[in-house]
């Protein structure tokens, strides 16, 4: 099996710099297909969360790959219903049932709104117990990011990522410089873009795939791994998964790397700066529903 490089997180921590993404991949037995072929294939990172309604599938098959829980990473999120403190408590430990483990290597707070103190308070303490290894944050904005330091929440404890939209015509250059600043790194969510075809279809990433006789899924996600973000592509297709894997044989030069960085836009599909965002994601996702 080919080695995947790993990125060293500001707490120690080592993360598989690709891993396997499971939004919007449903509960019925599709999802422990999915990462029971993704760790067939080599990858060692799962980014799953509670509000993909899909924890249990992604324990199953990790539990049944047979590979040493040691050698997997595997990310959860805890959903803005439960930010109280106590909720939060009780939302860690639901993810490590319903996940069947002991830790989570990594849990972040899926979106920066509402009781985010208390929440962050539960995270601590459960790094603390060990429960889970490193704590971060997810959606966070420049804004965002900078409201929430200049009132103490990382006083204490500093996330170690920043879960974030990123692909090549939304790359967060004044983001991925305030988290630089700050030893916070950067993942990547929807690194394919969510499969845009118009990205995909963009001339100069044709160009650059047909000269190294590669698809433009492996040069978006090498330009990404090469800018140092980490990424998790999401498929349900063996085929796909493999290939985005498998991006570790060929380098982009730095007029290459130059030129995507061109393709810039600036925004992307989803502004957590907008009004109402927060109202609107708890109306799209009830974790508690079937309770
Ligand atoms: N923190 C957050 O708020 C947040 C938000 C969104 C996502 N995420 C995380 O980020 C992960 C990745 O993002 P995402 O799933 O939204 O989008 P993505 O990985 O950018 O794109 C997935 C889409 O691209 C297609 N695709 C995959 N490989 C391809 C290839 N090589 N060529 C062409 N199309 C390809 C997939 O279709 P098939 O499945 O049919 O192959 C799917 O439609 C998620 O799964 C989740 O873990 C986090």
Known sequence: MKSISVFQLNDGSKIPAIGFGVFQIPNDGATYDAVLNALEVGYRHIDTAVAYFNEEEVGKAIKDSGIPRNEIWVTSKMWLQDYDYVDAKQAIERSLTKLG??????????????????????????KAAGKIRSIGVSNMTPKIWTKWQQQGLFDDVLPSVNQVEYNPYFQQKELRQLMADNQVTLEAWGPLGQGNSELFSEPLLQSIAAKYDKNVGKVILRFEHQEGMIIFPKSVRKERMQSNLDIFDFQLTSDEMDGIRGLDRGQGRHNPDAPGVQEMLLQAFDVHKNE
Do not use: N, R, S
């Open 101 to 126: 483990l002991e830790y989570i290597d990594l849990y972040l707070l899926h979106q920066p709104y509402g009781k985010l103190a208390e929440a962050w308070k539960a995270m601590v303490e459960a």
